[in-house]
């Protein structure tokens, strides 16, 4: 999936999400139904998307930290 939020820094994507995600829970409680807030949601989820992709980048995998195996496991 190809975004124009890719190119963005961490901190600008984190201030744009909190703004979108702000104006998208405004509309829907003022009473705007899932299908009239539709661009606004998928909005939302491709900020999202892109703030994860930028905090979290393909090469970095959890599980090979130290929290989160066993110290002791020589395996990676």
């Not at 744009?16 to 909005?43: C, F, H, I, M, P």
Request: glycine share 4%.
């Amino acid at each position: 999936m190809d975004s124009e939020f890719y190119g963005l820094d961490l901190d600008a994507l984190q201030a744009l999400y909190q703004e979108e995600s702000k104006r998208l829970n405004a509309e829907l409680l003022a009473g705007a139904t899932w299908d009239s807030v539709k661009e606004q949601k998928q909005k939302v989820v491709e900020i999202a998307i892109a703030l994860h992709k930028k905090k979290y980048p393909l090469h970095f995998n959890p599980a090979e930290f130290g929290s989160r195996r066993n110290e002791k496991d020589d395996s990676p």
